[in-house]
Nanobody, 129 residues
Framework: QAQLVESGGGLVQPGGSLTLSCDASGFTLDYYAVAWFRQAPGKEREGVSCMRDSDRRTYYANSVKGRFTISRDNAKKTVYLQMNSLKAEDTAVYYC??????????????????????WGRGTQVTVSS
């Protein structure tokens, strides 16, 4: 059974760091794009970052560019999101997603990396003093 499970969320002070992990089971990440989304209370879900597999091209939302880094280890079937210089507005439930890589590369399109068929249940990140 295909499954994604996020971990690493928690409470952190503004300016702090967290690393989220997403473990895949039941399928391989080869040829799949991977992505992180988030949803804050009362707000719509937004794309945070994605990464293609073949060329490891990435996308970052403007709100996290320069602070967050997405990475992947296909052998371990794990996706990571390193989050630095966290702000209160980063507070949200963070979701991992994956699916077939989009062969059309257009980095002007948000979350262009793939089609996200598989989703995790999310992990809470709270940034507060």
């Amino acid at each position: 059974q295909a499954q994604l499970v996020e971990s690493g969320g928690g409470l952190v002070q503004p300016g702090g760091s967290l690393t989220l992990s997403c473990d895949a089971s039941g399928f391989t990440l080869d040829y799949y794009a991977v992505a992180w989304f988030r949803q804050a209370p009362g707000k719509e879900r937004e794309g945070v970052s994605c990464m293609r597999d073949s060329d490891r091209r990435t996308y970052y939302a403007n709100s996290v560019k320069g602070r967050f880094t997405i990475s992947r280890d296909n052998a371990k079937k794990t996706v990571y999101l390193q989050m630095n210089s966290l702000k209160a507005e980063d507070t949200a439930v963070y979701y991992c997603a994956t699916g077939p890589q989009n062969e059309m590369v257009d980095s002007s399109i948000p979350m262009y990396c793939g089609i996200y068929d598989y989703w995790g249940r999310g992990t809470q990140v709270t940034v507060s003093s």
